[in-house]
T-cell receptor
Framework: KNQVEQSPQSLIILEGKNCTLQ??????????LRWYKQDTGRGPVSLTI?????NTKSNGRYTATLDADTKQSSLHITASQLSDSASYIC???????????FGKGTKLSVIP | GAGVSQSPSNKVTEKGKDVELRCDPI?????LYWYRQSLGQGLEFLIY????????KSGLPSDRFSAERTGGSVSTLTIQRTQQEDSAVYLC?????????????FGPGTRLTVL
């Protein structure tokens, strides 16, 4: 069964600090991996999309990495801001399918 | 232009009643998806529309759930005889197509509470 597991489930960090969120998946065959940010009460917003051949991709202070061999991804947030407080969802798309498999998300709280 | 919009934003209903949830996708997007997000769970795929093709209904949890998309644009998700376990946030997303890296743009969701 295709699964996406994220850790930690929740995380609290001080403003200005860095953090890294983890994602492991079993989706096969693999097409691409996406990270979404979901603010409370809002729909998810795409941060990055990485295909099999991409190891790293940045979007401002967000940097995602992908190791397709070990089926692991991480999202690194640099110099966190209060507005980074949200749930971060790892999403994997299988090859030959339009369906996405969603992780349960990591709830990040950035405090002053 | 405008993003994906959904209405209502919140819906409280009594067990056994029918509800209709509406989604207005981004203009020109041919693909439309419905998802359900229960508390503490990941998004669960419900149904997918692509252009004029027959929808993929494989994610609908029971025959109480149905959806239609009129004129390739607006979509309505209908839940008949609602049950308490139907309480969740229902999210709609649209994408330009269903290509490998097509980004899905999500609406704000409808929070459904069944009493």
């Amino acid at each position: 069964k295709n699964q996406v597991e994220q850790s930690p489930q929740s995380l609290i960090i001080l403003e200005g600090k860095n953090c890294t969120l983890q994602c492991n998946y079993t989706v096969s065959p693999f097409s691409n991996l996406r990270w979404y940010k979901q603010d409370t009460g809002r729909g998810p917003v795409s941060l990055t999309i990485m295909t099999f051949s991409e190891n790293t991709k940045s979007n401002g202070r967000y940097t995602a990495t992908l190791d397709a061999d070990t089926k692991q991804s991480s999202l690194h947030i640099t110099a966190s801001q209060l507005s980074d407080s949200a749930s971060y969802i790892c999403v994997v798309k299988g090859a030959g399918s339009y369906q996405l498999t969603f992780g349960k998300g990591t709830k990040l709280s950035v405090i002053p | 232009g405008a993003g994906v919009s959904q209405s209502p934003s919140n819906k409280v209903t009594e067990k056994g009643k029918d509800v209709e949830l509406r989604c207005d996708p981004i203009s020109g997007h041919t693909a439309l998806y419905w998802y359900r997000q229960s508390l503490g769970q990941g998004l669960e795929f419900l149904i997918y529309f692509q252009g004029n093709s027959a929808p993929d209904k494989s994610g609908l949890p029971s025959d109480r759930f149905s959806a239609e998309r009129t004129g390739g644009s607006v979509s309505t998700l209908t839940i008949q005889r609602t049950q308490q376990e139907d309480s969740a946030v229902y999210l709609c997303a649209s994408s330009l197509g269903a290509g490998r890296t097509d980004t899905q743009y999500f609406g704000p969701g409808t929070r459904l509470t069944v009493l």
